[in-house]
């Protein structure tokens, strides 16, 4: 089984401040998973990436492979983007399927 | 299209009772998964289901069973609730495994068990 560590577990920042979410896995993979977990429970897909960096908005993902290490970047960051980040790498080994996840980030941005 | 919906939202269930998840998608997904998440861990993976009319066992399978007759249905069930199933379930879907697609999540089920 993949362990997946996340870094911070809280997180509070001042809006317009840079942030970054780090998360290491222990297993070789060939995608990783980000989600936001809302206020409200729901849980969204972020991003999956495999190599390189990926970027949505103000939300850049980036992933290094060979160190097994991925960051969570939200530039601008504002009160709504408050959430909980989640980072999750598939099962490895044994043909098995689904995603093992870090307990995630709690993100809180203030006005 | 309603994506990944989960039907009851709320449930308090007493000691020994049995009751069914249901998780139904609308996107054709092959994969479909159950994960629970309890506080203070991270969500955990019950069981899942590579394509219709299979399922298999993830990290926390104990106590729960589960089926996959219709492609766009996955059900889970307790046979007999015990305190230390009380959780948030989580239902996700997803068109090929979890290496190649992201997954899509149902709004979860609050379970109380008394």
């Known amino acids: 089984k993949n362990e997946v560590e996340q870094s911070p577990q809280n997180l509070t920042a001042q809006e317009g401040e840079f942030i970054t979410i780090n998360c290491s896995y222990s297993?070789?993979?060939?995608?990783l998973h980000w989600l936001q977990q809302h206020p409200g429970g729901g849980i969204v897909s972020l991003f999956m990436l495999s190599s390189g960096k990926k970027k949505h908005g103000r939300l850049i993902a980036t992933i290094n492979i060979q160190e097994k290490h991925s960051s969570l970047h939200i530039t601008a960051s504002h009160p709504r983007d408050s959430a909980v980040y989640i980072c999750a790498a598939p099962y490895s080994g044994g043909g098995a399927d689904g995603l093992t996840f870090g307990k995630g980030t709690h993100l809180i941005i203030q006005p | 299209n309603a994506g990944v919906t989960q039907t009851p939202k709320f449930r308090v269930l007493k000691t020994g009772q049995s009751m069914t998840l249901l998780c139904a998608q609308d996107m054709n997904h092959e994969y479909m998964y159950w994960y629970r998440q309890d506080p203070g861990m991270g969500l955990r993976l019950i069981h899942y289901?590579?394509?219709?009319?299979?399922?298999a066992k993830g990290e926390v399978p104990d106590g729960y069973n589960v089926s996959r007759l219709k492609k766009q249905n996955f059900l889970l069930g307790l046979e007999s609730a015990a305190p230390s199933q009380t959780s948030v379930y989580f239902c996700?879907?997803?068109?090929?495994?979890?290496?190649?697609?992201?997954?899509?999540f149902g709004p979860g089920t609050r379970l109380t068990v008394l």
């Open positions: 297993v070789g993979i060939s995608a």
């Open positions: 289901s590579v394509g219709e009319g299979t399922t």
């Open positions: 996700a879907s997803s068109y090929l495994g979890s290496s190649y697609n992201e997954q899509f």
